[in-house]
T-cell receptor, first 112, second 115 residues
Framework: LAKTTQPISMDSYEGQEVNITCSHNNIATNDYITWYQQFPSQGPRFIIQGYKTKVTNEVASLFIPADRKSSTLSLPRVSLSDTAVYYCLVGDADTGRRALTFGSGTRLQVQP | EAGVAQSPRYKIIEKRQSVAFWCNPISGHATLYWYQQILGQGPKLLIQFQNNGVVDDSQLPKDRFSAERLKGVDSTLKIQPAKLEDSAVYLC?????????????FGSGTRLTVV
């Protein structure tokens, strides 16, 4: 399984762009990169998933360099409600294969 | 669409007692997962079902934990007997189809306290 490394915590202010980088040096050819967000007392929520280059949705952007050994989750103009734990996961996109493994995540604190 | 339903929301039991958690995944989701999340840590996979078959239960403490998914829909996770270190949030998740384009959908979890 590809192991991921991400910062334990980050601080930001409202309105700023936040970039959380995740390292996954031994990512496999079939692996996708997925990011989840978790608020207290809730289950993780899917944010975005990508394989290479850049993916953007209404919530975030995911940047993946050509070697795929790292990825960056970009949250534009964060608000207080973006305070949460963010998890970077790497794994096969086939649901019949091994489930995704969560690390300890990055605790993002957004201040006014 | 309705989300992943879990019950109960909270449970407090004494050590050595037994407890069961229930999960109803999103309709049509073939794959179901149970995760254990200890306070301050990321979720840890306990068991993965594909329809009513087990895909991975390598991290399930089988001497005390059991899980089943009858008819490939609802699932129950049981602990018997419980230990203090089982205190955690038990999360159920489901996913649709063969590819995780939209990732997993998690329920809100059951918070278990063993005293």
């Amino acid at each position: 399984l590809a192991k991921t490394t991400q910062p334990i915590s980050m601080d930001s202010y409202e309105g700023q762009e936040v970039n959380i980088t995740c390292s996954h040096n031994n990512i496999a050819t079939n692996d996708y990169i997925t990011w989840y967000q978790q608020f207290p007392s809730q289950g993780p929520r899917f944010i975005i998933q990508g394989y290479k280059t850049k993916v953007t949705n209404e919530v975030a952007s995911l940047f993946i360099p050509a070697d795929r050994k790292s990825s960056t989750l970009s949250l534009p103009r964060v608000s207080l409600s973006d305070t949460a734990v963010y998890y970077c996961l790497v794994g096969d996109a086939d649901t019949g294969r091994r489930a995704l493994t969560f690390g300890s995540g990055t605790r993002l604190q957004v201040q006014p | 669409e309705a989300g992943v339903a879990q019950s109960p929301r909270y449970k407090i039991i004494e050590k050595r007692q037994s407890v069961a958690f229930w999960c109803n995944p999103i309709s049509g989701h073939a794959t179901l997962y149970w995760y254990q999340q200890i306070l301050g840590q990321g979720p840890k996979l306990l068991i993965q079902f594909q329809n009513n078959g087990v895909v991975d239960d390598s991290q399930l403490p089988k001497d005390r934990f059991s899980a089943e998914r009858l008819k490939g829909v609802d699932s129950t996770l049981k602990i018997q007997p419980a230990k203090l270190e089982d205190s955690a949030v038990y999360l159920c998740a489901s996913s649709f189809g063969l590819k995780r384009e939209n990732g997993y959908t998690f329920g809100s979890g059951t918070r278990l306290t063993v005293v």
